[in-house]
């Protein structure tokens, strides 16, 4: 069954420094894959998303991410992190050929921003 | 409205009691979703329709859960005979065309329906 992980399940950055949450899927064919963030409270909102083409896709508020493929990850990544970025993160995959409804989310990333 | 409401945003349910948990999705939006948040996890899929059809209902965790979409817009969670195991955030999202989550269009999550069963 596809999967996905997201190994860290809090990470806390100072302001200002970069930022790295890790994503792993498991899944034959190439997926379709997104990011969302959390804030509390809050619905699901869409950071980015790789359907096909480049590997490197730039999403809202200055994130950006990248396929790999021999890796099965796509890590989210911002240069510079603001405090407004705290929230929680998810990963998440939806396969080829299944159901048209069925996003499969990783347990996400809770990311805590100090000053 | 500007985007997906869902209403109660917070219920509190005696065990057995039924409940039901509406989703208004973005006005002309085909594609509609359900999706169950448990405390510290990630949402796991309930179901999907697209206009009034419900073609995907494989994550229903039981026949306790039903889901429509009568006339294609409006569309309600119905959960009868709530149990511990039921409390969790429900999560209802919307996208404009058919396709779901491939059609490449964004799909709108609204802020949830919490719902505690005593």
């Known amino acids: 069954a596809q999967s996905v992980t997201q190994p860290d399940i809090h990470i806390t950055v100072s302001e200002g420094a970069s930022l790295e949450l890790r994503c792993n899927y498991s899944y034959g064919a190439t997926p379709y894959l997104f990011w969302y963030v959390q804030s509390p409270g809050q619905g699901l909102q869409l950071l980015l998303k790789?359907?096909?083409?480049?590997?490197l896709v730039q999403g809202i508020k200055g994130f950006e991410a990248e396929f790999k493929r021999s890796q099965s990850s796509f890590n989210l990544r911002k240069p510079s992190v603001h405090w407004s970025d705290a929230a929680e993160y998810f990963c998440a995959v939806g396969t080829y050929g299944g159901s048209q409804g069925n996003l499969i989310f990783g347990k996400g990333t809770k990311l805590s921003v100090k000053p | 409205g500007a985007g997906v409401s869902q209403s109660p945003r917070y219920k509190v349910a005696k065990r057995g009691q039924d409940v039901a948990l509406r989703c208004d999705p973005i006005s002309g939006h085909v594609s509609l979703f359900w999706y169950q948040q448990a405390l510290g996890q990630g949402p796991e899929f309930l179901t999907y329709f697209q206009n009034e059809a419900q073609l995907d209902k494989s994550g229903l965790p039981s026949d306790r859960f039903f889901a429509e979409r009568p006339e294609g817009s409006v569309s309600t969670l119905k959960i009868q005979r709530t149990q511990q195991e039921d409390s969790a955030v429900y999560l209802c999202a919307s996208s404009l065309e058919t396709g779901g989550i491939y059609s490449g269009n964004t799909i709108y999550f609204g802020e949830g329906s919490w719902l505690t069963v005593v």
């Open positions: 790789y359907f096909s083409g480049d590997t």
